[in-house]
């Protein structure tokens, strides 16, 4: 019976997120790529072309494509596991695989509380 009840618990926690979730996560990647990109950028010091290129850059940061998405937990803790694709490449940062702590409320739905550790990710096994 025990070894039933763990199976199934392992299977849960292996389980893909819906995609309100992973949703969520894009977006937290598209906020976070794009602050990176218009860091420092003076516009009043851009010439006409030299914007456009800045826009077409930023328009490609919003085509994420998270290629493969696990989670780990349940409820109000739920740790997931990303890889990313931007624009068909690589991402801004050069990480192709993120970790993040989530949690599910029924008023809230789905929350992205911080990025976390692959540690973090694998400990939800046990």
């Known amino acids: 019976m025990i070894t039933v009840a763990v199976v199934g618990k392992f299977m849960l926690e292996r389980s893909t997120l819906e995609s309100g979730a992973a949703e ?22 851009l010439s006409e072309a030299e914007m456009e290129a800045a826009a077409e850059e930023l328009l490609a940061l919003n085509s ?37 702590r989530m949690s599910h409320g029924a008023v809230t739905g789905w929350r992205v509380e911080r990025e976390t550790t692959a540690l973090s990710y694998y400990f939800k096994l046990f």
């Open 24 to 45: 969520l996560i894009k977006l937290e990647l598209r906020g976070e790529y794009s602050a990176r990109k218009l860091a420092g950028v003076d516009v009043s010091k």
């Open 64 to 100: 994420i494509a998270l290629t493969s998405v696990s989670a780990r937990g349940g409820g109000d803790d739920v740790i997931v596991k990303v890889e990313i694709q931007v624009a068909g490449g690589d991402p801004p940062d050069g990480k192709r695989v993120r970790y993040f």
